[in-house]
C-alpha cells in the first residue's frame, strides 16, 4: 500500500482523500511523513544517488574506467587481506631471477592502505585521467594507453638505475609502489596542456594550472611526505610531454608513435572537441599572442 501511495505521490497532483476531497500532495506527504508511516523519500535519494554514481562509472573513458577499476579492487583486496602486497611491489630481484613479470604492472595498481590519502588519490586518477582522455586523447584512446605504458617504464627505469647510485639507492629502495608516482604524471602532463586554468587550492589561493604540479608537490612537503614520488611523476610527464609536443615543433620529427598493434585494439572515434563549461583561462603571455 506505502509503495502504490508513494508512486501515485509523485505522478499526480492532488490525491482523493477518503471524505472525497482533493487533498493536494504537499500536505499529504507532511501528513504521513510527521507520522512516521512513510520512509519512501529517503530511498527515493538512495536509489537516484547509486543511479547518479552508476552513470558516473559507465560514462567514464574505456583506460580510465579500467585503471580505476584494477586500483580500487586491488587495493581493497588488499586491505581485507585476500591479495597480500608482498606478491605485488616492485622487486628486480624477483622479476629477472623469478620471472615474476607481473611485479612490472601489480606496482601501479596498490595505492597503500584505504585512507584519506587513497581518497586524494583516487579523486586525481578519476579527474585528471578522464580529462586527459576525454579532451587531449578524444578519438584517440591507443595514444593515451601509450601514454601510460611510457610513463610506467620511465618510472620503472628510473627507479632500476637509481637504486645503482650509490648516494641515491637508499631512498629509491624504498619506492617499491609507482601508482602514485604515475597519476603525478597525468596531473603534470594536464598541467602542461592546460597552463592558462584558473585553479584554487582549498579556497586558500589561486594559481594557473601550470603551477598545479609544483603546489601538490609543495603541499607534499608540507604534510611530512617524501617528495620523490611526485618528482618521478613530474620527470616521467615532462619527458613524455617534450617528445611528444616540443622535441616534433624543434625537428619536425615524433620520436614517440603509438604501435600499430594498440591502434588496431581501438576503433577510431569521430572527434568533438567541446569548450568545457565555467572554466576560466589566464591569458595567454604576451610573447606568445605576438609570435610571428
Same mark, same amino acid.
Given at each position: 500500500m506505502l509503495t502504490s501511495l508513494a508512486y501515485s505521490d509523485r505522478t499526480k =497532483? *492532488?490525491?482523493?482523500?477518503? *471524505?472525497?476531497s482533493r487533498v493536494p500532495r504537499r500536505f499529504l506527504r507532511l501528513n504521513l511523513a510527521w507520522r512516521g508511516r512513510i520512509g519512501f523519500d529517503s530511498d527515493y535519494y538512495e536509489i537516484k544517488m547509486a543511479q547518479g554514481v552508476e552513470e558516473w562509472y559507465k560514462q567514464m573513458p574505456i583506460i580510465t574506467r579500467s585503471y580505476l577499476t584494477a586500483a580500487v579492487v586491488t587495493t581493497v583486496g588488499c586491505s581485507l587481506d585476500i591479495i597480500s602486497p608482498y606478491s605485488l611491489y616492485l622487486n628486480p630481484t624477483l622479476v629477472v631471477k623469478q620471472h615474476q613479470y607481473w611485479r612490472l604492472v601489480t606496482n601501479f595498481l596498490y595505492f597503500r592502505k584505504m585512507d584519506l590519502d587513497f581518497m586524494f588519490h583516487m579523486f586525481f586518477l578519476a579527474r585528471y585521467c578522464k580529462l586527459l582522455e576525454e579532451n587531449s586523447f578524444r578519438g584517440k584512446t591507443a595514444d593515451f594507453l601509450y601514454m601510460l605504458l611510457f610513463? =610506467? @617504464?620511465v618510472l620503472t627505469g628510473i627507479v632500476l638505475l637509481g637504486g645503482m647510485i650509490p648516494y641515491l639507492s637508499a631512498s629509491f629502495a624504498k619506492?617499491? &609502489?609507482?601508482?602514485?608516482?604515475? @597519476? &603525478?604524471?597525468?596531473?603534470?602532463?594536464?598541467? +602542461?596542456q592546460n597552463p592558462y586554468i584558473h585553479m584554487s587550492f582549498l579556497g586558500l589561493f589561486t594559481f594557473t594550472a601550470a603551477y598545479l604540479p609544483w603546489v601538490l608537490l609543495g603541499f607534499s612537503v608540507l604534510v611530512g611526505a617524501s617528495p620523490w614520488v611526485d618528482l618521478l611523476g613530474m620527470i616521467a610527464g615532462h619527458a613524455y610531454y617534450f617528445l611528444s609536443e616540443v622535441y616534433p615543433r624543434m625537428t619536425n620529427r615524433r620520436?614517440? +608513435? @603509438?604501435? =600499430? &598493434?594498440l591502434k588496431a585494439l581501438f576503433a577510431d572515434e569521430p572527434v568533438v572537441v567541446a569548450r568545457p563549461e565555467n572554466v576560466r583561462f589566464a591569458a595567454a603571455p604576451f610573447d606568445e599572442i605576438h609570435q610571428d
Open positions: =497532483a *492532488s490525491i482523493d482523500s477518503p *471524505s472525497g610513463g =610506467a @617504464t619506492i617499491i &609502489f609507482l601508482s602514485n608516482s604515475l @597519476t &603525478f604524471m597525468m596531473v603534470y602532463v594536464w598541467s +602542461k620520436p614517440l +608513435k @603509438t604501435p =600499430a &598493434f
